[in-house]
């Protein structure tokens, strides 16, 4: 067990919406552990008062660019030299230099936790003077890390090759939670397209709107707030498909399951263009799984390999219109692999549980701390 270590883990977002983290640090924290949550403060950051752990903000001068960069490292290495703890975990490289530079000044052991591969993200792609500081940070900092581990397997072995360390896999698994909804069968539910997640760029939702133009029997439900929604609601308006399209905006994590429950497709896109993404495993890939809701997701080799054993999910090949329309008319005539990719759901979500990514977590620690 854990019992009355310190651990301390750092983001660089404002805590509220991290599912991940919020997980992780339950997780630790039930295993006996003092978990200590940083990250920053906006001037609308609501109220964070998560039970089992603390959460910190950090307020920066800077929102945005290599400036907010630089403040907010500066800010957490002086946070974390004035603070005992046992760990110290950087979630992506951007707090990965004021995490290395702190253990200089102190004994405890440091984490690495890549929630994506960052140098591979699409913001980077077209920018090589910013990927090159983000490429010289990683060499810099990951290999001197005492504990290293990413969201999937594919990631894992890349980052083990460019890095020549060790990396271990935590999967992005939702626990099964919030309120015990009663299971409308898959048949017995409305034409409802459902996306969960960022509304942001690169995740197809352009070409989700205007397949809907061509779908007139469904509906396209939006759980979510991002960067593009008002270009979203702008198109959707354009298309004259405000009866067919819903903006449910940020989703509550107990609230998902009942909403999951009525729909038909969930969907899951992320366009060619980044390493990071053609390896990515989403944490709302297993919601849909947990809540027996067949989806829609690229032909992307994470997906391929839980696909392969549980066939839960279409593969498409493409963003595009055209290919949504054509994989959604095909489950409108041949209703009866709705049913089945529904009940392989069901027996994927036995297999995939954050109780065992939880107890794989916890055991990494112990034997840090051993």
């Given at each position: 067990m854990l019992n009355n270590k310190r651990i301390i883990l750092?983001?660089?977002n404002d805590l509220t919406h991290d599912r991940r983290m919020f997980r992780i640090c339950s997780s630790l924290s039930e295993a006996g552990a003092e978990v200590i949550l940083i990250g920053r403060r906006w001037k609308d950051s609501k109220s964070f008062s998560p039970p089992g752990f603390k959460g910190v903000r950090l307020k920066c001068i800077f929102n945005k660019g290599p400036l907010f960069y630089i403040e907010y490292n500066k800010r957490l290495f002086f946070h974390l030299v004035t603070h005992k703890y046992d760990v110290v975990c950087a979630c992506d490289l951007d707090t990965a230099l004021s995490v290395r530079w702190a253990s200089?000044?102190?004994?405890?052991?440091?984490?690495?936790?890549?929630?994506e591969f960052?140098?591979?993200v699409p913001e980077l792609t077209g920018r090589p003077a910013i990927k090159r500081i983000w490429e010289w940070i990683g060499r810099a900092t990951i290999p001197h890390f005492n504990l290293r581990y990413t969201v999937g397997n594919e990631l894992a072995s890349l980052m083990r090759k460019k890095y020549s360390v060790d990396f271990q896999v935590i999967r992005n698994i939702a626990p099964h939670q919030g309120k015990q909804v009663e299971n409308i069968p898959i048949e017995n539910r409305k034409k409802i397209l459902l996306y969960q997640g960022a509304l942001n760029v690169g995740r197809g939702l352009e070409d989700c709107i205007k397949s809907i133009s061509m779908l007139p029997e469904w509906e396209f439900w939006l759980a979510g707030e991002g960067d593009i929604t008002d270009q979203l609601k702008d198109l959707t308006e354009k298309l004259n498909l405000k009866q067919q399209i819903k903006f449910l905006g940020w989703v509550h994590p107990d609230n998902l399951p009942g909403l999951m429950n009525q729909a038909k497709l969930g969907i899951n896109m992320r366009e060619t263009g980044s390493l990071n993404d053609f390896y990515s495993l989403p944490n709302k890939f297993f919601d849909c799984i947990h809540a027996g809701l067949p989806s829609i997701n690229m032909n992307y080799p994470e997906y391929k390999t839980v696909n392969d054993k549980y066939p839960c999910s279409i593969l498409i090949d493409e963003v595009s219109p055209e290919s949504i329309v054509n994989t959604i008319q095909h489950i409108d005539q041949h209703p009866e692999e709705l049913i089945r990719m529904s009940k392989?759901?069901?027996d994927a979500a036995k297999e995939f549980t954050w109780e065992k990514e939880?107890?794989?977590?916890?055991?990494?620690?112990?034997n840090l701390l051993d």
């Open positions: 750092t983001v660089t200089f000044f102190n004994a405890g052991k440091t984490v690495y936790d890549a929630h960052f140098t591979e392989a759901c069901i939880s107890a794989k977590l916890v055991k990494l620690y112990e």
